[in-house]
């Protein structure tokens, strides 16, 4: 059964803007993002909305929804009260573009940091072998669609602007820590993480962990492990010691 929603739609630039009202339909099994596509079609033809599989999977439709990091296309409206008003607004970590599409090159910048993945050198690829098991380690931080909405959440970027050119996020310091994991990659990644990506940072709250759709846990599979490790080489008195002794 259908009836009307009110919405509360942020309408602007990165310079200035503001939220707009509208009275839009909504029909039975509907999500944030068919609100949103209606108003369009409806009401204000020149909305900037970002999206693409409208499935869960492309991670273009973030948003927040009532101050909630969310999918538009997985927010369903039967979350919400009939007379609820519904606040649909950017992504406050990263800089407007228009309306509820943001400007996210941060986060390509950062992968664009981490150095790819390295096997031994007289290793041929035919020659791969890994443990179920390992597989299995690594295969639930390839789930991540980047939709970003973990990476708007952390308050080490969304509060503190000048954090992002020493902090890299959740999504990123999760990459770092699923190679560094890799049975195969040979490269030493918990110095990188800790001096270059701002693995200190992180002061795992889980908040990353709390939005993302994919239900990763990034925080206790990914962070969690990383920030040991590198525990483990700066602080260790035994591995100090064996540094020292290989050293001399």
Not at 84 to 100: A, C, Q, Y
Not at 124 to 145: A, L, N, T, W
């Amino acid at each position: 059964m259908g009836y009307d929603a009110h919405f509360r739609v942020w309408r602007g630039d990165d310079d200035k803007g503001e939220l707009q009202d509208y009275t839009v339909e909504v029909n039975e099994g509907e999500v944030v993002l068919d609100i949103i596509h209606r108003l369009q079609a409806t009401q204000a033809p020149d909305l900037a909305v970002r999206w693409n599989c409208k499935a869960g999977k492309c991670g273009s439709c973030s948003a927040e929804v009532n101050g909630r990091p969310r999918l538009m296309c997985m927010t369903r409206m039967s979350t919400f009260a009939a007379d609820e008003v519904v606040t649909v607004t950017p992504m406050r970590t990263f800089p407007v573009i228009r309306d509820l599409v943001t400007d996210v090159s941060f986060n390509y910048q950062k992968a664009r940091e981490i150095p790819s993945f390295t096997p031994p050198a007289d290793l041929k690829p035919g020659d791969y072998r890994m443990q179920q098991r390992d597989v299995e380690r690594s295969q639930e931080f390839r789930k991540c669609i980047e939709c970003f909405l973990c990476q708007n959440t952390c308050h080490v970027v969304r509060d503190h602007e000048d954090n992002k050119n020493a902090f890299a996020g959740p999504r990123y310091l999760m990459r770092v820590a699923e190679l560094e994991m890799h049975p195969l990659d040979v490269a030493d990644r918990r110095e990188m993480a800790q001096e270059e990506f701002g693995l200190g940072y992180c002061n795992i709250t889980k908040c990353c962990t709390e939005v993302c759709p994919e239900h990763i846990k990034i925080t206790d599979n990914a962070l969690i492990p990383m920030k040991e490790r590198v525990v483990d080489r700066k602080y260790d008195p035994v591995v100090w010691l064996g540094n020292k002794l290989f050293r001399r």
